[in-house]
């Protein structure tokens, strides 16, 4: 079975090796077994299941959830001359009746459906008179209905073990904190499958948290490494999307603007231009994102706070899936914790939900404060220990410095409490810093023992004070008052000098411009200046190819496999077959034309 599996592999896929437990994985499920495979994005988690079913009988059913990345999957599979095929409601029925016909016909190796279509009984029935190999549940954590994720129809997928219980089934995802893995076996009726966690770590991202100080500027600033660069710039809301996307088109990216509100058309039209365009900076809600299968993404930034440690892995793992140096970058300030918390309270939630939507912020509050390593903090989300500082991150690359804060955060919480706790912390630093305003005298605040004993501290600095109180539960957000401040149990012992007070020191310029000053990591592989214009001949073929068949140019060969042409320079059809990424199918349909691009290079 090794073997089969192996030439199989590079035959088809043009990979020289299986990569970590993905040997394991596929024997496992292609000796007919259950298994539960989390691996982070980027890790190979679609061999999994695509090798083992052209190692069995029948057709291997895929379940995925979005039509963008079914509809990419096959492609790349059929490029591969793999007998692939989706069933979506994109398809006129012409078409899908010609699918269902190759299926019942033992003509397709994979077939990729939604869930919706699967549970359908037509479909059921359908596959009582197929031949099917395996069950492969892809994005798995879909069945949390306490995940970012969730899609109830995944809570049917039981249906799958009680009607067909003897044929293997596959889950697998790349986000899944240890309460999520546990659901996800219960749900799917897969407690006794064999499970195989990897490393969470994407070495090749670098994680950078600043403070937002002016917010688009600092977006600009960060932007300004990555220009004609693909990457994901997230906003809390639909309207901020438009407005960061108008924005950066008018400093000179090519970004599109993406959210559920906009005309469904419009919405496609962007999504496609993304995928298949070199350079195109997508803006974006969470809606947008998952199951994209872009490799080379170089960058994800995040101009407001998620909702929790998960979302933030999931969305900063959309970057650098080829495994070159990437970026994930977030800026964020006091408001918009005060906002998340308001949606919380305010939402229609059972109390039970709420709870835990508390605890995933404050868990996400705990890593953007931390002057821990970034992958240290991130990891031990999920439950894994990462044994040193990663060195890729800007806490690692840039320590930040703390600061004795004691004293001022005993006039902070001294000014909440003699104030009334019924204002923001705008309100609370103009009246520890003396301000002149009309709401300080409208409240008589500039007569309280705490109005100007502020002053050395800026008002920079003291948004940092206020915010990682709050970040630490020492003050909590009135969420019907309007984000007003209120004391906790915490801040007794620090208003009664019995606790003292260590605070990260903000310096979010400086922090900002030395960690996104050049985007390379050790994980990157550069092209030399020598390779340089053979790559860029490689590339542009590429995309004539590309553009000829209408698919993304990745799903034709990713940068790495024309940056290794580039380096060996292969002269003949043997030489470019040992290059990792060039399987047979490609190589014939490509590989004279590659050829005669390395020859003219000389």
């Given at each position: 079975?090794?073997?089969?599996?192996?030439?199989?592999?590079?035959?088809v896929?043009?990979?020289?090796g299986f990569?970590?437990?993905?040997?394991?994985?596929v024997?496992?499920?292609?000796?007919?077994?259950?298994a539960?495979?989390?691996?982070?994005?980027g890790?190979?988690?679609?061999l999994?299941?695509?090798?083992?079913?052209?190692?069995?009988?029948?057709?291997a059913?895929v379940?995925s959830?979005?039509?963008?990345?079914?509809?990419?999957?096959?492609?790349?599979?059929r490029?591969?001359?793999?007998?692939?095929?989706?069933?979506?409601?994109?398809?006129?029925?012409?078409?899908?009746?010609?699918?269902?016909?190759?299926?019942?016909?033992?003509?397709?190796?994979?077939?990729y459906?939604?869930?919706?279509?699967?549970l359908?009984?037509?479909?059921?029935?359908?596959?009582?008179?197929?031949?099917?190999?395996?069950f492969?549940?892809?994005?798995?954590?879909?069945?949390?209905?306490w995940?970012?994720?969730?899609?109830p129809?995944?809570?049917?997928?039981?249906?799958?073990?009680?009607?067909w219980p003897d044929?293997?089934?596959?889950?697998?995802?790349?986000?899944a904190?240890?309460?999520?893995q546990?659901?996800?076996?219960e749900?799917?009726?897969?407690e006794d499958?064999?499970?195989?966690?990897?490393?969470f770590?994407?070495?090749?991202?670098?994680y950078?948290?600043?403070?937002?100080?002016?917010?688009?500027r600092?977006l600009?600033?960060?932007?300004?490494?990555?220009?004609?660069e693909?990457g994901?710039?997230?906003?809390?809301?639909?309207?901020?999307v438009?407005?960061?996307?108008?924005?950066?088109?008018?400093k000179?990216?090519?970004?599109?603007?993406?959210?559920?509100?906009?005309?469904?058309?419009?919405?496609?039209?962007?999504?496609?231009?993304?995928l298949?365009?070199?350079?195109?900076?997508?803006?974006?809600?969470?809606?947008?994102?998952?199951?994209?299968?872009?490799?080379?993404?170089?960058?994800?930034?995040?101009?407001?706070?998620?909702k929790?440690?998960?979302?933030?892995?999931q969305e900063?793992?959309?970057?650098?899936?080829?495994?070159?140096?990437?970026?994930?970058?977030?800026?964020?300030?006091l408001?918009?914790?005060?906002?998340?918390?308001q949606?919380?309270?305010?939402?229609e939630?059972?109390?039970?939900?709420?709870?835990?939507?508390?605890?995933?912020?404050?868990?996400?509050?705990?890593?953007?404060?931390?002057m821990?390593?970034?992958r240290?903090v991130?990891?031990?989300?999920?439950g894994e220990?990462?044994?040193?500082?990663?060195?890729?991150?800007?806490?690692?690359?840039?320590?930040?410095?703390?600061?004795?804060?004691?004293?001022?955060a005993?006039?902070?919480?001294?000014?909440?409490?003699?104030?009334?706790?019924?204002?923001?912390?705008?309100?609370?630093?103009?009246?520890?810093?003396g301000?002149?305003?009309?709401?300080?005298?409208?409240?008589?605040?500039?007569k309280?023992?705490?109005?100007?004993?502020?002053?050395?501290?800026?008002?920079?600095?003291?948004?940092?004070?206020?915010r990682?109180?709050v970040?630490?539960?020492?003050?909590?957000?009135?969420t019907?008052g309007?984000?007003?401040?209120?004391?906790?149990?915490?801040a007794?012992?620090?208003?009664?000098?019995?606790?003292?007070?260590?605070?990260?020191?903000?310096?979010?310029?400086?922090?900002?411009?030395?960690?996104?000053?050049?985007?390379?990591?050790?994980?990157?592989?550069e092209?030399?200046?020598?390779?340089?214009?053979?790559?860029?001949?490689?590339?542009?073929?590429?995309?004539q190819?590309a553009?000829?068949?209408?698919?993304?140019?990745?799903?034709?060969?990713?940068?790495?496999?024309?940056?290794n042409?580039?380096e060996q320079r292969p002269?003949?059809?043997?030489?470019l077959?040992?290059?990792?990424?060039?399987?047979?199918?490609?190589?014939?349909r490509?590989g004279?034309?590659?050829?005669?691009?390395?020859?003219?290079?000389?």
């Amino acid at each position: 079975m090794q073997e089969q599996a192996l030439e199989i592999l590079h035959r088809v896929f043009g990979h020289p090796g299986f990569r970590g437990e993905q040997a394991a994985i596929v024997e496992h499920v292609a000796s007919g077994h259950d298994a539960l495979v989390l691996m982070p994005t980027g890790g190979g988690k679609s061999l999994c299941y695509q090798v083992p079913a052209l190692l069995r009988e029948g057709t291997a059913i895929v379940v995925s959830p979005l039509i963008a990345l079914m509809q990419d999957q096959v492609e790349a599979l059929r490029q591969l001359g793999v007998r692939a095929e989706f069933l979506n409601s994109s398809l006129d029925g012409e078409t899908a009746q010609k699918v269902e016909r190759d299926l019942l016909a033992g003509e397709l190796d994979l077939l990729y459906v939604a869930p919706e279509r699967l549970l359908t009984g037509r479909f059921l029935s359908l596959l009582d008179r197929a031949r099917i190999g395996l069950f492969a549940i892809d994005e798995a954590h879909c069945v949390s209905q306490w995940g970012h994720d969730f899609r109830p129809e995944y809570r049917q997928l039981t249906v799958l073990h009680e009607r067909w219980p003897d044929i293997p089934r596959i889950a697998l995802t790349a986000t899944a904190d240890p309460p999520t893995q546990a659901e996800i076996a219960e749900r799917l009726q897969l407690e006794d499958a064999r499970r195989f966690v990897s490393s969470f770590d994407r070495p090749n991202i670098r994680y950078t948290v600043v403070q937002k100080d002016n917010g688009r500027r600092q977006l600009q600033d960060f932007l300004a490494d990555h220009k004609g660069e693909a990457g994901i710039v997230y906003c809390m809301s639909r309207k901020k999307v438009e407005q960061t996307a108008e924005f950066l088109r008018e400093k000179g990216f090519d970004a599109l603007p993406y959210h559920a509100g906009l005309d469904a058309q419009v919405r496609a039209d962007n999504q496609r231009r993304f995928l298949r365009e070199d350079g195109i900076v997508m803006c974006a809600t969470i809606a947008f994102g998952m199951g994209i299968d872009k490799p080379d993404v170089r960058f994800v930034a995040h101009t407001d706070l998620p909702k929790s440690l998960e979302g933030y892995y999931q969305e900063t793992g959309r970057a650098g899936r080829d495994g070159e140096a990437a970026q994930a970058w977030l800026a964020y300030g006091l408001g918009d914790v005060v906002l998340l918390k308001q949606m919380i309270e305010q939402g229609e939630a059972a109390e039970e939900r709420k709870r835990l939507e508390r605890r995933k912020l404050d868990q996400l509050l705990g890593y953007c404060e931390s002057m821990q390593c970034r992958r240290q903090v991130l990891l031990a989300g999920f439950g894994e220990t990462y044994p040193k500082p990663c060195g890729n991150c800007d806490n690692c690359l840039t320590p930040a410095a703390s600061w004795d804060a004691t004293d001022a955060a005993r006039k902070a919480l001294s000014c909440v409490y003699r104030t009334g706790q019924r204002f923001g912390a705008a309100h609370l630093i103009d009246v520890l810093r003396g301000g002149d305003t009309e709401r300080i005298r409208q409240f008589g605040h500039d007569k309280l023992t705490t109005y100007g004993i502020g002053t050395d501290v800026d008002a920079a600095a003291w948004r940092g004070v206020f915010r990682q109180l709050v970040a630490a539960s020492v003050l909590e957000v009135d969420t019907e008052g309007h984000g007003s401040l209120r004391l906790t149990a915490s801040a007794k012992p620090i208003l009664q000098g019995q606790q003292t007070v260590l605070l990260r020191k903000d310096s979010p310029k400086l922090r900002q411009r030395s960690n996104t000053s050049g985007s390379s990591s050790p994980a990157a592989a550069e092209v030399s200046e020598y390779d340089q214009p053979l790559f860029q001949a490689l590339r542009r073929l590429r995309a004539q190819l590309a553009k000829e068949q209408n698919v993304p140019a990745y799903v034709i060969f990713h940068d790495a496999t024309l940056r290794n042409i580039a380096e060996q320079r292969p002269i003949d059809l043997r030489a470019l077959a040992k290059v990792g990424g060039v399987g047979g199918s490609k190589l014939d349909r490509y590989g004279p034309a590659l050829i005669e691009v390395v020859r003219e290079a000389g």
